[in-house]
């Protein structure tokens, strides 16, 4: 590239992207692209929707900043309104920050910070699981399990211990889900006790799993069961929503698919749907009443938490979704696209598993469709099928290093909320033909 940007991969050229509408994006060369993926799973109602621009515009003439120590706003106490009143059980109570990392590292400090109030301060480890991503900060990253993402980072991090995840297709145990005795969920009481309960402060999961696997479903009773883990041991759970949260699974929370109650609840990304930096992290009643009736305050935040423009944006992002019905439709065409992909896996002995749930689904790719042997990853499958799809004008999310944190391939394919099923039919279209340029077949 010829100007000053110091971009994440110095040897590529970046398309210049001047235009968005919908589905689609177009570079300054007049080359369109088809936006199967939302960008990072971010843009849930796509882009250029003429109702989040003017709320954005009007909130602009009004007040672009207010500091969070010393003020409030309108946007910020309407959005955390409209997220506890869609949030389950007693979630009540929403702070906001920038993003998805920030997110998680607020729920990180504030478990820590809550058994200090609670007369408990031993406790502060964090147990996460294994092909996890939580984040990039220091903190969202120790509590990250994706071995690739870490590794640089590892001499500084916190050693937070790890778990097997709930993947189903990649057993840990070795066993299926119409046989498995939940032996992922007993691993988190088995860690607890490893770790000593006094110890421990919270599990964090993400109900379904973002890139680390590629939109992996728990078996039915995970969730429930790590809860009554949770309960048995006072350890608060956290959902990671980052990615799943405000209808990308065809509810509200992906928690809500299995009626489980998380402590806290993480969300960005879909939140504003990419029309402004935003996070927060909503809790039940007991996490707030802790510090009201001990020191009286959490003092941890960022400069940019509680933006009135980014709230506004925020605000009309979800008021979108609900007015439009797109927590719903999510469900109905997600559903079209997981049947329409395993039409296109039985086609082809290279594709080994599909998976998710509403319009979040993976295609992971295998060598063996038998024994899901996966391709090396010297082979670098996931980046060759994501850039021959890009050179195509479709844009998928690479879910490399899949199988175990090194080796594994996969992408997503997770597109609007507003996506029809013509649409579907398009992006499908094209990824078929990308899939048998890469593997020839």
């Given at each position: 590239m010829d100007d000053h940007v110091f971009y994440p991969m110095l040897r590529k050229r970046y398309?210049?992207?001047?235009?968005?509408?919908?589905?689609?994006?177009?570079?300054?060369?007049?080359?369109?692209?088809?936006?199967?993926?939302?960008?990072?799973?971010?843009?849930?109602?796509?882009?250029?929707?003429?109702?989040?621009?003017e709320a954005i515009i009007k909130?602009?003439?009004?007040?672009?900043?207010?500091?969070?120590?010393?003020?409030?706003?309108?946007?910020?106490?309407?959005?955390?309104?409209?997220?506890?009143?869609?949030?389950?059980?007693?979630?009540?109570?929403?702070?906001?920050?920038?993003?998805?990392?920030?997110?998680?590292?607020?729920?990180?400090?504030?478990?820590?910070?809550?058994?200090?109030?609670?007369?408990?301060?031993?406790?502060?480890?964090?147990?996460?699981?294994?092909q996890s991503y939580h984040g990039n900060t220091l903190g969202a990253l120790s509590m990250s399990g994706h071995i690739g993402r870490r590794r640089r980072y590892a001499p500084l991090l916190a050693d937070f211990p790890h778990v097997p995840p709930a993947y189903c297709y990649r057993c840990s145990w070795g066993k299926k889900p119409d046989t498995c005795s939940l032996e992922c969920a007993a691993e988190v009481e088995a860690a607890i006790l490893r770790e000593g309960p006094d110890n421990v402060a919270a599990f964090i999961l993400e109900p379904v799993v973002g890139s680390s696997i590629g939109a992996a479903v728990p078996k039915d009773g995970y969730l429930q069961t790590v809860r009554t883990i949770c309960d048995k041991y006072d350890i608060l759970l956290i959902a990671d929503e980052v990615m799943t949260g405000l209808g990308r699974t065809g509810a509200a929370f992906?928690?809500?698919?299995?009626?489980?109650?998380?402590?806290?609840?993480?969300?960005?990304?879909?939140?504003s749907g990419g029309y402004a930096p935003l996070g927060a992290v909503a809790v039940r009643d007991h996490i707030r009443e802790a510090f009201s009736n001990g020191s009286g305050r959490f003092a941890h935040g960022f400069t940019f938490g509680g933006n009135p423009i980014a709230a506004a944006a925020g605000k009309a992002v979800i008021s979108f979704v609900l007015d439009h019905g797109l927590i719903?439709?999510?469900?109905?065409?997600?559903?079209?696209?997981?049947?329409?992909?395993?039409?296109?896996?039985?086609?082809?002995?290279?594709?080994?598993?599909?998976?998710?749930?509403?319009?979040?689904?993976?295609?992971?790719?295998?060598?063996?469709k038998i024994s899901g042997k996966p391709f090396a990853a010297s082979q670098g499958l996931t980046d060759k099928v994501v850039g021959k799809a890009l050179d195509r004008g479709l844009m998928l999310y690479g879910a490399g290093a899949c199988a175990d944190g090194v080796s594994g391939d996969a992408v997503m394919i997770a597109p609007p909320l507003t996506v029809?099923?013509?649409?579907?039919?398009?992006?499908?279209?094209?990824?078929?033909?990308?899939?048998?340029?890469?593997?020839?077949?």
């Open positions: 398309p210049v992207i001047v235009k968005a509408k919908g589905l689609y994006l177009w570079d300054a060369d007049g080359k369109r692209y088809i936006d199967a993926c939302c960008g990072a799973l971010v843009s849930n109602i796509g882009h250029g929707v003429e109702e989040v621009n909130q602009l003439r009004e007040v672009a900043f207010t500091h969070r120590f010393k003020f409030t706003n309108r946007p910020v106490q309407e959005l955390a309104t409209l997220i506890a009143d869609l949030s389950p059980g007693d979630i009540n109570w929403v702070t906001f920050m920038s993003g998805g990392s920030e997110a998680t590292e607020t729920a990180m400090k504030m478990a820590r910070e809550y058994y200090i109030e609670k007369g408990k301060p031993s406790k502060y480890k964090i147990i996460a699981r294994w992906a928690v809500d698919h299995w009626q489980t109650l998380p402590d806290m609840l993480c969300m960005a990304k879909g939140i719903e439709r999510s469900r109905a065409t997600g559903a079209y696209l997981l049947e329409e992909l395993r039409r296109l896996a039985a086609k082809h002995e290279y594709i080994g598993d599909v998976r998710g749930l509403g319009l979040m689904t993976a295609v992971e790719f295998v060598q063996d029809s099923e013509a649409e579907i039919n398009e992006i499908l279209s094209v990824f078929e033909d990308t899939l048998e340029e890469v593997f020839g077949r």
